[in-house]
């Protein structure tokens, strides 16, 4: 694996630990956005891996699309992207951080890190 793939999931994974901290001091929108950041990265160590430079977006989907891997998920997973792209939004459009930050519980956020957790090991897997 070269050093730029590496580099996206050094940065997953760090990601990863402070989405779990977020989540344990009650920083719920963070979390959140940390966990779309996390698959963001992901995504785009697949796309590196596959010898191209990851675009400057955001949309998870796109990234999936263009890593070659969105074919290769299920419905769970293609869903779950979905779920993750409004959580990316409050840090772009302060204007939607009340509606965004409404939508998450501490159990939703919970879930929202361990459905995270197991995307990040599939697309390690995928490398």
């Known amino acids: 694996m070269n050093q730029n793939v590496t580099y996206w999931l050094d940065l997953a994974t760090e990601d990863i630990d402070v989405a779990r901290g977020l989540l344990g001091i009650g ?8 966990c779309h950041l996390v698959t963001e990265k992901g995504l785009k160590a697949i796309i590196q891996n596959n010898g191209a430079t990851p675009p400057k977006i955001h949309d998870l989907v796109k990234l999936a699309k263009q890593g070659g891997v969105y074919s290769k998920m299920d419905d769970k997973q293609k869903d779950f992207l979905e779920v993750l792209l409004p959580l990316q939004i409050e840090a772009r459009y302060p204007s939607h951080k009340d509606n965004v930050a409404a939508s998450l519980t501490k ?11 197991l995307l990040l090991k599939w697309i390690e897997q995928q490398l």
């Open 27 to 34: 920083k719920l929108l963070y979390c959140g956005f940390m």
């Open 107 to 117: 159990s939703r956020c919970k879930e929202i890190l361990e459905e995270t957790e």
